[in-house]
C-alpha cells in the first residue's frame, strides 16, 4: 500500500468494528429481567415491551431539529408498554428502560484487542477514517464507549452532515478530510445497502462487504467487489488490491514501452 495503491480505509462501526447487535441483546435482557423482578411484569409481558421497541426502532425518524434522541427513545418504551399492558401512560417506568438499555448496551459496545491491533498495524500504511450513520448524540456516545477515536485519523458521524450514506457526498467528504481521491480509497463495512452502495456511489477503488453469516445476498443487492466473514481478514484483501494495482501498472509500463519503440 502507498504511492499507486490504497491511501484510505473507511470503517462502518456498528456490526462492523463493534457488535452492536449482541450489546443489544444484553441489554433487552438486563430490561426483560429488571421488569420481571421489580416490576412483577410475567415474562411474556416483559418480552411482548422489548420486541414493539425494537420494532420501534427499526422504523425510527428521527429529526433533531424537533425533539432529542432521549425523549423519542423514552416515547417508543412508553408506548411500548402501554399497548403491551394497557392503562395510564407511565413515563417514568419508559424512563427507567429506556436508560437501563442505554446503559448496559454501551457497557458492552467493546472495541475486540485483535480488531485494535489490525487498525494499529493498518494505519502505519494508510489513514483510517470512521463512518457511522445515525443521530451524533447516539454515535457519538457509543465512539466514546468503545474508545476507537485513537485508531483513526478522522470520525464522521452521519448526522451531524447533510447526508449520509449511501449518499456520494458523505465519502467525498472524507476523501477531503483525508487529502485523498475516491479512486484511492477502500469502503468496509456490513450493510449492503448503505456501506457498500455508497461507496460504489462514490467511485471509491474497492468495497468490502463483512457477511459474518457467509449468507447469500438478495438478487437485487450492490455487489461489492470483495466479501469477508471476519474484518480481521481485510489486511488480506487489502493485499490482493495492491498486487491488481501493481501489476496493472506493469502491463501499462510494458505497453507504454513497445509502444515506445
Not at 95 to 112: G, Q
Request: hydrophobic share 40%.
Amino acid at each position: 500500500m502507498g504511492v499507486h495503491g490504497v491511501k484510505a480505509v473507511f470503517f462502518d462501526l456498528d456490526n462492523t468494528l463493534v457488535d452492536t447487535a449482541a450489546a443489544g441483546r444484553r441489554a433487552i435482557e438486563e430490561v426483560v429481567n429488571a421488569l420481571r423482578s421489580k416490576h412483577h411484569c410475567g415474562e411474556g409481558e416483559a418480552r411482548g415491551i422489548c420486541d414493539k421497541v425494537q420494532a420501534k426502532l427499526l422504523k425510527e425518524c428521527h429529526d433533531p431539529a424537533k425533539t432529542c434522541i432521549t425523549d423519542l427513545r423514552i416515547s417508543h418504551w412508553e408506548e411500548a408498554i402501554q399497548e403491551t399492558i394497557g392503562g395510564e401512560a407511565n413515563r417514568s417506568l419508559a424512563a427507567e428502560c429506556y436508560f437501563l438499555w442505554k446503559a448496559t448496551r454501551l457497557r458492552h459496545l467493546t472495541l475486540a484487542e485483535d480488531t485494535r491491533g489490525m487498525l494499529t498495524e493498518l494505519r502505519k500504511a494508510v489513514r483510517l477514517l470512521l463512518l457511522t450513520n445515525g443521530d451524533r448524540q447516539t454515535q457519538r456516545e457509543k465512539i466514546e464507549a468503545c474508545a476507537c477515536q485513537p485508531y483513526f485519523d478522522a470520525i464522521v458521524v452521519g448526522g451531524e452532515q447533510k447526508e449520509e450514506k449511501p449518499a456520494p457526498s458523505i465519502f467525498h467528504y472524507c476523501c477531503d478530510l483525508l487529502g485523498v481521491q475516491p479512486a484511492e480509497c477502500v469502503m468496509v463495512g456490513d450493510s449492503l445497502d448503505t456501506d457498500i452502495q455508497g461507496g460504489l456511489n462514490a467511485g471509491l477503488r474497492a468495497t468490502v462487504w463483512l457477511n459474518k453469516s457467509m449468507a447469500a445476498p438478495a438478487d437485487a443487492s450492490p455487489v461489492p467487489h470483495y466479501v469477508i466473514s471476519s474484518v480481521l481478514d481485510l489486511p488480506a484483501v487489502l493485499q490482493k488490491i495492491e498486487h491488481k494495482v501493481n501489476a496493472k501498472l506493469g502491463t501499462d509500463r510494458a505497453v507504454g514501452g513497445t509502444e515506445a519503440r
